[in-house]
């Protein structure tokens, strides 16, 4: 079943920068280029199990957002499509689920990867900022105190 944030109100409450992130989902897809199927996203290789595609746009960017035991051999999951902003409930088994948990793992693991490589690419960009002001003598004792 597919519905619209418009029709879940106790869930469309929840995203209210909507707008703002289309705008960045855009101009993120302009710097990197855009993929065949979504309209926001960057290039890249498809690895996420199809549960998660949107029936509506076919985008691969939908994201479990709720998730609860339908019975002891499903799942009950709402997801929302990060492209077009539709959500839908989906009812997976358990073999389904263990293998979007994994999948969830592995994009978790790939987000921190990359969160930690640009953590460190900041601290060194500001590291050589204050370098070279400090062998300027940009920076003197005075700037320090409070």
Request: charged share 25%; net charge neutral.
């Amino acid at each position: 079943m597919i519905r619209t944030a418009k029709h879940m109100p106790s869930v469309a409450v929840l995203d209210r920068r909507g707008p703002l992130r289309r705008a960045l989902a855009t101009a993120i897809a302009r710097f990197r280029g855009r993929s065949r199927h979504s309209v926001h996203a960057a290039p890249r290789q498809k690895s996420s199990p199809a549960i998660l595609d949107c029936s509506l746009c076919h985008s691969d960017l939908a994201c479990p957002m709720e998730w609860g035991v339908a019975d002891e051999a499903s799942w009950w999951i709402l997801v929302r499509c990060g492209d077009c902003e539709v959500w839908k409930e989906i009812v997976i088994s358990n073999e389904q689920a263990a293998l979007l948990d994994r999948e969830l793992d592995r994009q978790m693991t790939a987000m921190s990867r990359a969160a930690d490589r640009l953590d460190a690419e900041r601290m060194a960009a500001e590291s050589q900022t204050f370098i070279r002001a400090l062998q300027a003598n940009a920076i003197v004792a005075a700037d320090f105190d409070a």
